[in-house]
């Protein structure tokens, strides 16, 4: 079965951390792009980060300096490590594999061939 699994949501303070873990199974991440979105309530889905097959990442305006994207092939994982976690932080985070189409500057779900089912991370004190 081909899927994608987050994990690593959850309550945290603000200023706090958090690190989210997407786990490929059924198929190799290293020949696919990764993604994080999210979508908070009332809101539309924003693309948060992406990291290329060859490395390359991009982070939306609103979390760069405070996120970090990284993969482990060897256990098919990618990580979105976040610092400095803000109440305008807390969404559902989705992870995707496919392609970093970045448009106009933004990360939009284009190409997209594998979702995961989404973690909630939630920033309040």
């Known amino acids: 079965q081909l899927q994608l699994v987050e994990s690593g949501g959850g309550l945290v303070q603000p200023g706090g951390s958090l690190r989210l873990s997407c786990a490929a199974s059924g198929f190799t991440l290293d020949y696919y792009a990764i993604g994080w979105f999210r979508q908070a309530p009332g809101k539309e889905r924003e693309g948060v980060s992406c990291i290329s097959s060859s490395g390359s990442t991009y982070y939306a305006d609103s979390v760069k300096g405070r996120f970090t994207i990284s993969s482990d092939n060897a256990k098919n994982t990618v990580y979105l490590q976040m610092n400095s976690l803000k109440p305008e932080d807390k969404a559902v985070y989705y992870c995707?594999?496919?392609?970093?189409?970045?448009?106009?500057?933004?990360?939009?779900?284009?190409?997209?061939?594998?979702w995961g089912n989404g973690t909630l991370v939630t920033v309040s004190s």
């Open positions: 995707a594999a496919g392609a970093c189409a970045i448009v106009t500057g933004k990360f939009l779900p284009f190409g997209i061939h594998y």
